[in-house]
Every structure is written in structure tokens, then in C-alpha cells.
């Protein structure tokens, strides 16, 4: 039978992190990669069992990397402290790791859910992030502060499974605002490494877009009142990740 290891990345996961765990717990070793967390994200997650390593965050492709490097077994799967895998795509994980022809790295349809709806517009289904079960060393993380990229090291192409895991984002509007702020703040660290240059119509304009796009081109606005929402979020995230941009150059210019 081959193993498996199932690692997930936190900080101040401690309402999410219980039950992420208890998703996963059918895996060979579940580890927490926590960044430093302030309330019972570790403590939670040792108490389950699972091997909780402190790593600094340096950005999310930095993390990811090292935690694939705490994981002791061939095959590893990613979940994060938000998501949940399923009764249904457990049991594929295993028919796949088990099989001798399988391919080295897949993607994971996840369905997300937000005040209790699936949300199946604004967050297009099947959604997909970077490939979540992979062989060890067949796949690294680019060293991208937020949104990283993937670098596939095999000549095998991605593989798909057919069973998705449930993603539970945001258990409150307090949440959602929470990750927009953080995410523009490390977005702009992007923009940054790229020579995106500030202006000050650029937020209005990137926010007016975050909300069109989402709201109307993806149909958010058939998900109803959580589509509205989800829809407003990223125009404000856009909007804060430019606007930080304009205060990074204008406190640069300051040093001067």
C-alpha cells in the first residue's frame, strides 16, 4: 500500500483547523505547516496529531515549499486549513496512489461554499488551485508572495479527479474584509517585483473591473446575495492593492 502525506498551511486557523484536520486523518501523517499563529491553531492541531512545524512566512510560495519538505511520504496532498476533503475524493486519492499507472501530479475540483450556498458563478465549478496530489518532487511552488505559481518536474501530464472537496472560505463578512486586506498588502509586493507603476485613477479602475468581472461576466449575480458580496470583495481588494501601491511609492520617495 503506498503512503501518503497530507500537509496544510495555517495562521490563526483556530475555527477552521479542527475540522480540516478531521477531514484528512485517513492520511499516513497529517502536517501543519503554522506561520508563528497567536491563538490555538498549534495547539488544536497537536492535540489531533498531526506534526505541527513553525515556519516564518515569507510569502505563500516560500511556505508551501517547505512545507512539501516536512512531508515523509511519496505521495503528498494539499488541503488547505479553509477546505474539506470528502468521504468521495478520499476514496479516489487512494484508488490513484495505489494505482501502479498513475500520473504523477492532479488538480482538485473543489466546491466552494459561502452563507451556506454553493457558490457555482462567481467562483466558477469545477475551481481549481495548484495541483493538490502529486508525488514528492514531481511539483514546486514559485516563489510568488500570494496567488503562487506551480513548476511541474515531470514529463507526465496533470491529471484531473473527478471528486471535488469542499472549500468554506469565509465564515463571516468580518473574514472576508480580513483576507482582503492582507491579500492587497501582499499583492502589492507583486506589483512591485513586475514595475507596475501607481496612478491614481488605477484603483478605481482595477476595483470597477474586480467587480464587473465577477458580478456580471462570471454570473456572480446568480448566486444571489453571496454572489453580491463575493463581487464587492474583490473590487475592494483591488481597489486597497493599488491605492497601498501609491502609499509604497509615496513613502519610497520619502526616504529620499
Not at 501518503?4 to 478531521?22: G, L, R, V
Not at 511519496?74 to 474539506?84: C, G, K, N, Q, V
Not at 461576466?217 to 493599488?242: C, H, Q, T, V
Request: aromatic share 14%; net charge positive.
Amino acid at each position: 500500500m503506498a503512503k501518503i502525506s497530507a500537509y496544510m498551511i495555517a495562521y490563526n486557523e483556530e475555527a477552521k483547523i479542527k475540522d480540516a484536520i478531521e477531514s484528512v486523518l485517513w492520511a499516513d501523517e497529517v502536517i501543519v505547516a503554522d506561520s508563528f499563529s497567536t491563538d490555538k491553531t498549534a495547539a488544536i492541531a497537536a492535540s489531533m496529531g498531526a506534526k505541527v512545524v513553525q515556519i516564518p512566512f515569507n510569502g505563500f510560495g516560500d511556505l508551501r515549499n517547505k512545507a512539501i519538505a516536512e512531508c515523509s511520504y511519496e505521495w503528498i496532498f494539499s488541503l488547505d486549513a479553509d477546505e474539506r476533503c470528502t468521504p468521495e475524493a478520499k476514496e479516489e486519492i487512494l484508488s490513484i496512489i495505489n494505482n501502479p499507472n498513475a500520473l504523477d501530479a492532479y488538480h482538485v475540483p473543489r466546491k466552494n461554499i459561502f452563507l451556506g450556498r454553493w457558490i457555482k458563478h462567481v467562483w466558477t465549478y469545477p475551481n481549481y488551485r495548484q495541483p493538490q496530489l502529486f508525488r514528492k518532487g514531481t511539483m514546486e511552488y514559485k516563489l510568488d508572495p500570494v496567488h503562487e505559481g506551480f513548476v511541474l518536474k515531470t514529463q507526465k501530464p496533470l491529471g484531473y479527479l473527478k471528486n471535488a472537496i469542499w472549500q468554506i472560505p469565509f465564515q463571516n463578512l468580518e473574514q472576508i474584509l480580513n483576507k482582503a486586506n492582507r491579500y492587497s498588502t501582499l499583492g502589492v509586493e507583486k506589483l512591485v517585483a513586475t514595475n507596475v507603476k501607481p496612478g491614481f485613477i488605477k484603483p478605481f479602475t482595477h476595483a470597477l473591473w474586480g467587480f464587473l468581472k465577477h458580478y456580471v461576466l462570471k454570473f456572480g449575480f446568480l448566486d444571489g446575495w453571496p454572489g453580491f458580496i463575493i463581487s464587492m470583495s474583490n473590487a475592494e481588494g483591488e481597489f486597497y492593492r493599488y491605492a497601498k501601491l501609491i502609499e509604497y511609492y509615496r513613502m519610497q520617495n520619502e526616504k529620499k
